[in-house]
């Protein structure tokens, strides 16, 4: 069975710009959560999406967005990209919520000049 | 808010000895507990959970790790360490009867010495 899945890979952006960020889970799996890892720290929560309506936000400005779609598909939006929003994004995908076993994408790795 | 503590962000250990790695919690009432490893340019591959089944947990490549409840503790050890465990591990936590987000340990980059 394919794993979760990210893409793109790498991304180079320039201050100001927008990115989308596109995640898809493991099949039958209804959950997916966003999370921020900068280099040499531990990923920090971003989003949860459940069933296409929003379950959880970290503390993250207003410029990161997400939604999920009736495939259970997700992205990730980042306005007005800034030089600190350098960093991998993962995506994880769950069964459902409460304490299931989340299982990671490979990640993006966004770089922003 | 729950936190994870893991002490010592690198940490040395020669090949075949043991390799332990602590994490502690900080909640009264214990959380789900994962230990997830992180290889270059890789995303999060999980090692291990504790639910409440039982206080010693065994995961994947030789790894288990013990919660210990009067301690609020969850240390992950391996007898024996490889080449290949070189890597980031990192403890994280989910509350009880809440959400499902993970909230993360700094984590412990493994160098194995030959």
């Known amino acids: 069975d394919a794993g979760v899945t990210q893409s793109p890979t790498h991304l180079i952006k320039t201050r100001g710009q927008h990115v989308t960020l596109r995640c898809s889970p493991i099949?039958?799996?209804?959950?997916v959560s966003w999370y921020q890892q900068v280099l040499g720290q531990g990923p920090q929560f971003i989003f949860q999406?459940?069933?296409?309506?929003?379950?959880g936000r970290g503390n993250f400005p207003d410029r990161f967005s997400a939604r999920q779609f009736p495939n259970y598909s997700s992205e990730l939006n980042v306005n007005a990209l800034l030089l600190g929003d350098s960093a991998l994004y993962l995506c994880a995908s769950s069964l459902s919520g409460g304490g299931d076993t989340q299982y990671f994408g490979p990640g993006t790795r966004l770089t922003v000049l | 808010a729950q936190s994870v503590t893991q002490l010592g962000s690198h940490v040395s250990v020669s090949e075949g000895a043991l390799v332990l790695l602590r994490c502690n919690y900080s909640?009264?009432?214990?959380?789900?507990l994962f230990w997830y490893v992180q290889y270059p340019n890789q995303g999060l591959q999980l090692l291990l959970k504790?639910?409440?089944?039982?206080?010693l947990v065994k995961g994947i490549n030789g790894f288990e790790a013990e919660f210990k409840k009067s301690e609020t503790s969850f240390h992950l050890t391996k007898p024996s360490a490889h080449m290949s465990d070189a890597a980031e591990y990192f403890c994280a936590v989910i509350p009880r009867g809440g959400n499902n987000r993970l909230a993360f340990g700094k984590g412990n980059q493994v160098v194995v010495i030959p």
């Open positions: 999406y459940y069933e296409k309506e929003e379950r």
């Open positions: 504790y639910t409440s089944a039982a206080t």
């Open positions: 909640s009264s009432v214990p959380p789900y």
């Open positions: 099949s039958g799996h209804k959950s």
